[in-house]
T-cell receptor, first 113, second 113 residues
Framework: AQSVTQLDSQVPVFEEAPVELRCNYS??????LFWYVQYPNQGLQLLLK??????LVESINGFEAEFNKSQTSFHLRKPSVHISDTAEYFC???????????FGEGTQLTVNP | DGGITQSPKYLFRKEGQNVTLSCEQN?????MYWYRQDPGQGLRLIYY???????QKGDIAEGYSVSREKKESFPLTVTSAQKNPTAFYLC????????????FGQGTRLTVV
């Protein structure tokens, strides 16, 4: 069975500081990996995804994540955060041969002025 | 507009009553999912379906039931057997063969009164 662990439930940072949200997964087979963002009382929106190829993937709003197979990790990073990045972030995994999509517990990112 | 529609946005139920949450998609996706979200627990998978007339239990299926009679519809019934049904419920769909991400509805907030 697959599982996802997000190592930090809350991450407070100051505006323009760098941030890393950590995600580790467990699976015995190859996987697809995703980061989603959720604003209050809304559904989830895809931030970025790793399907294959380059292990470094980027989003249009400055986030990036690196797939590390040996460490089974998919950490999310941004070099300089904005107030508008305040939201809850979810890491998710899906086995390439299946449809079951499993999420982590979420990380609340709060950017302070 | 293509997307996923969940209705209603807010739902109140008396204890002991069954209630059905609607989820409709016009993305022509094969896979559909139901998740429950509680503070600090992330998204927990209730049921998922890969094709019409087939569905699988997720991690917390007890007290819930689903049907998949049409490709575009995946309603969730919260039965009286669910002891703590107050939560935010999210529906999603995904195009499995191409490995793309899941798309989410805006959620239904269910409150037992």
């Amino acid at each position: 069975a697959q599982s996802v662990t997000q190592l930090d439930s809350q991450v407070p940072v100051f505006e323009e500081a760098p941030v890393e949200l950590r995600c580790n997964y467990s699976s015995s087979v190859s996987v697809y990996l995703f980061w989603y963002v959720q604003y209050p009382n809304q559904g989830l929106q895809l931030l970025l995804k790793y399907l294959s190829g380059s292990t470094l993937v980027e989003s249009i709003n400055g986030f990036e994540a690196e797939f590390n197979k040996s460490q089974t990790s998919f950490h999310l990073r941004k070099p300089s955060v904005h107030i508008s990045d305040t939201a809850e972030y979810f890491c998710a995994v899906r086995e390439t041969s299946g449809s079951r999509l499993t999420f982590g517990e979420g990380t609340q990112l709060t950017v302070n002025p | 507009d293509g997307g996923i529609t969940q209705s209603p946005k807010y739902l109140f139920r008396k204890e002991g009553q069954n209630v059905t949450l609607s989820c409709e998609q016009n993305l022509n996706h094969d896979a559909m999912y139901w998740y429950r979200q509680d503070p600090g627990q992330g998204l927990r998978l209730i049921y998922y379906s890969q094709i019409v007339n087939d569905f699988q239990k997720g991690d917390i299926a007890e007290g819930y039931s689903v049907s998949r009679e049409k490709k575009e519809s995946f309603p969730l019934t919260v039965t009286s057997a669910q002891k703590n049904p107050t939560a935010f419920y999210l529906c999603a769909s995904s195009d499995i063969p191409s490995g793309t991400e899941a798309f989410f509805g805006q959620g239904t907030r269910l409150t037992v009164v």
